[in-house]
């Protein structure tokens, strides 16, 4: 139930905003288009809408070019070979072809397929219909996703930031788990906890893209991009982070019985440092919280002794120094802080993204003295 409700209130907010946006596409089509049932509008604005909130816009566009190639495609096949079975299955394979060769994304080539069926279909009225209506439908999805409610750029690159360290120490608390436990689960728990990691690196990345797509190409955030690109700088340490951790836990798995208990600590703490960075990834107090912990643990890491355990350790003294990174300390002094026990490191200030610019307030001229 936890889970469900943390998703109704995550999604709450866009899935109002697409009921709303529905609803507009199909009152301004009843107003400007000579349609009786104006479906296609709606439509249109809720699929170019029902997506993450930061290929909204993006989404916009690849429906309005995959309609209109489908219905220019449907025409020519109506024209040529009528309304057929036939008609319809060449339409369709050359409407594929197109959105393969627009930008090969699955939306434009849905909507390109779809738009040569009605086209084929319904004749050419229908595919006239179908054009204007996904032109103000997608109008209707940009104007909520563009200009009334744009997403915030840096709230959007610290969620998947927070997913994405979250996930890695559920790994990491996993992995110490399974340090503790029998042979079996040793072999067969942690990776199950592994390959939910892939899907968040790649989430990430996406993420990262639209984010970048929001700066450049909405109006609110145009003119301020520069603390946009230092989070997306930040976020690609992650995949730095997340190799070294899948490397920790690849190396504490050789470890001889003799050393589980102690590495299982280790591991342990890094999780609970990762823990502690995904609850709120943009506090600079977490981040110099979680760099204490993180250097905590590895202070005393030996770096003499059997070649499986001390490889280990220096596997959990990369996982520590790109967390140090990650949370805004330089490469040089984080390298030198996880290797000679430094307690404390300087965390650079997460940067910050106001909903309305700050402008600096006009100083009157100095007047004459009364």
């Known amino acids: 139930m936890h889970d469900v409700g943390l998703r109704v209130r995550t999604n709450l907010w866009p899935v109002l905003q697409q009921a709303a946006a529905a609803a ?14 104006p479906l296609f509008a709606p439509i249109a604005t809720l699929v170019a809408l029902n997506t993450p909130v930061g290929g909204r816009g993006t989404n916009a566009v690849r429906v309005v070019s995959g309609v209109i190639a489908g219905v220019v495609v449907g025409q020519l096949a109506f024209r040529l070979m009528g309304n057929g079975p036939v008609s319809v299955g060449v339409a369709v394979l050359c409407a594929l072809l197109v959105g393969l060769l627009l930008d ?3 939306i434009t080539m849905a909507q390109a397929a779809v738009g040569a069926v009605i086209s084929v279909a319904a004749g050419q009225q229908a595919g006239i219909v ?11 999805a940009l104007v909520f996703s563009q200009f009334l409610f744009p997403p915030h750029p840096l709230t959007l690159l610290r969620r998947a930031e927070a997913d994405t360290l979250a996930g890695l120490a559920r790994a990491l608390e996993l992995t110490a788990r399974t340090l503790d436990g029998t042979e079996e689960e040793r072999a067969v728990l942690p990776r199950a906890e592994l390959r939910p990691v892939y899907t968040l690196l790649n989430d990430l990345g ?4 639209d984010t970048i797509a929001v700066v450049r190409r909405t109006p609110h955030w145009r003119g301020r991009q520069e603390p946009v690109h230092q989070e997306v700088a930040a976020t690609r340490h992650l995949d730095l982070l997340a190799n070294s951790c899948l490397t920790l836990i690849r190396g504490v798995e050789a470890v001889d019985p003799a050393h589980r208990d102690v590495f299982a600590d280790a591991v342990r703490g890094l999780s609970g440092a990762l823990g502690a960075l995904a609850a709120a990834p943009g506090s600079l ?3 110099r919280h979680a760099t204490r912990w993180a250097l905590d643990v590895v202070r005393d890491a030996p770096a003499a002794g059997p070649a499986v355990p001390v490889a280990a350790w220096e596997s959990a003294r990369l996982v520590a120094r790109d967390i140090l990174v990650f949370t805004g300390a330089g490469a040089e002094a984080a390298e030198q802080a996880v290797h000679d026990g430094t307690a404390e490191v300087p965390v650079a200030t997460p940067p910050e993204l106001r909903w309305s610019a700050r402008r600096p307030r006009r100083r009157r001229p100095p007047g004459p003295s009364v």
């Open 24 to 37: 507009l596409s199909w009152w301004i089509a009843r107003l400007v288009f000579d349609h009786h049932v």
């Open 104 to 106: 090969g994304e699955r």
């Open 130 to 140: 179908r054009v204007e209506d996904a032109l103000l439908g997608a109008g209707v």
């Open 206 to 209: 996406t993420t990262r893209d």
């Open 285 to 287: 107090a977490v981040r």
